[in-house]
């Protein structure tokens, strides 16, 4: 198996367990149709994952929670590996009730994010903190 694909393939697995639920059910849909999730996976920079996790809360997270009261957004959730994966430390996971995820919101999202003012984590910012290495749209089978 080449590189990029067992990358692909661990991918694919965190995006399974992320979504799994977390008590027994029977089996159905896990989205409902219309429905979608997007996975977006960060590296810490030198390792920081603790800060990167806090800039997240303090900042994608309050937005997404306006974004989920107006009904623009379903869900939104943070999950931090436990290994020393080389590729990703965090995933953030976000529910949509359309099938374009982020791109159906944008325009309604985009004026959430002006009136947002960034609140830095130790002085610094996404930037300086980590970097999106990778992202995923996933609708109902």
């Known amino acids: 198996m080449v590189e ?3 990358r692909e393939l661990g991918l694919g697995i965190m995006a399974a367990l992320a979504l799994a639920p977390s008590a027994p059910v ?4 896990v ?7 997007e996975l977006t996976f960060l590296k810490a920079t030198d390792g920081d994952t603790e800060s990167l996790c806090r800039f997240i809360t303090q900042n994608w997270f309050e ?12 869900e939104y959730r943070l999950l931090r590996s ?3 994966d080389p590729d990703w430390d965090v995933l953030v996971v976000v529910g949509y009730p359309n ?5 159906g919101i944008a325009l309604e999202f985009e004026a959430i994010r002006a009136a947002h003012t960034t609140v830095s984590v130790n ?4 930037r300086q ?3 999106i290495v990778s992202s995923r749209r996933l609708l109902p089978a």
Do not use: C, R
Request: hydrophobic share 35%.
């Open 4 to 6: 990029s694909s067992k």
């Open 26 to 29: 029977q089996a159905k849909a």
């Open 31 to 37: 989205l409902p149709d219309g429905a979608s999730v």
């Open 63 to 74: 937005m997404d929670k306006i974004a989920v009261e107006k009904g623009l957004m379903t």
């Open 82 to 84: 436990t290994g020393t």
């Open 99 to 103: 099938v374009d995820g982020y791109s």
């Open 123 to 126: 002085g610094k910012t996404l």
């Open 129 to 131: 903190l980590g970097a």
